[in-house]
Structure formats: C-alpha cells, structure tokens
C-alpha cells in the first residue's frame, strides 16, 4: 500500500506563506497523480490543488489560484504545497491524496490512498 505523510503545517498570520510537503512510500510514486484537499471545522473536504505524474499539468481551486502552488519531484517521493498571501479562510487541516486515474481530480472520490493531514490555522 502506499503511505502519506505531510508535513510542514504550523500557526501562522494573514499574508503569510507556508510551505507543506508530502512524503510517499510503498509504490512507484511517479504511477500517480497527487492532490491536496483540506477540511475546515464542520465543513466537507474541499479541493485544493492536483498535479499529474510527470508534474507537467496543474489545477487548482479558483479560491486559491494565483496564490498556492503545487509541485512535485519524482526522484524524492515527494509532492509540495507552496502557499503564499495566506488568508483566515485557508483555516482548515490539509491532505495529501493519490490516484492512478486522470479523471475527477476536483473530488475526493476516486483518491485511493490519504495521509493523516497536518494543520494549518491562520490568524488575522
């Protein structure tokens, strides 16, 4: 099986960057294509980013475009969150998903594998 793990939340102010990383192990890691989620209290997960298995194709989520940016290097199991210009509302606890379809990367459902998440607050 695969295994997530991310790192990299922490407390931080408005206009602020972070930085989150997702370490993978298990599987080919280049046989997937990679998400970030979040959830907020009381609310659904959302989506935030996806990158395909080369890393030559992004989407993201209108309310974090222009600010967040996704990478990925093959070489290192390793998938990246760069978020700058932070705001309040990226208040939430961010998950790092894979998938081998290239299909749907704006819901949940069809991501296979999920880590255990890592915390982002953000005061203003």
């Known amino acids: 099986q695969v295994q997530l793990v991310e790192s990299g939340g922490g407390l931080v102010q408005a206009g602020d960057s972070l930085r989150l990383s997702c370490a993978a192990s298990?599987?080919?890691?280049?046989?997937?294509?990679m998400g970030w989620f979040r959830q907020a209290p009381g609310k659904e997960r959302e989506f935030v980013a996806a990158?395909?298995?080369?890393?030559?194709?992004?989407y993201y989520a209108e309310s974090v475009k222009g600010r967040f940016t996704i990478s990925r290097d093959n070489a290192k199991n390793t998938v990246w969150l760069q978020m700058n210009s932070l705001k309040p509302e990226d208040t939430a606890v961010y998950y790092c998903?894979?998938?081998?379809?290239?299909?749907?990367?704006?819901?949940?459902?069809?991501?296979?594998?999920w880590g255990q998440g890592t915390q982002v607050t953000v005061s203003a």
């Open positions: 990158i395909s298995r080369s890393g030559r194709s992004t």
């Open positions: 998903a894979s998938r081998q379809t290239g299909r749907d990367f704006t819901t949940p459902r069809g991501y296979d594998f």
């Open positions: 298990g599987r080919t890691f280049s046989d997937y294509h």
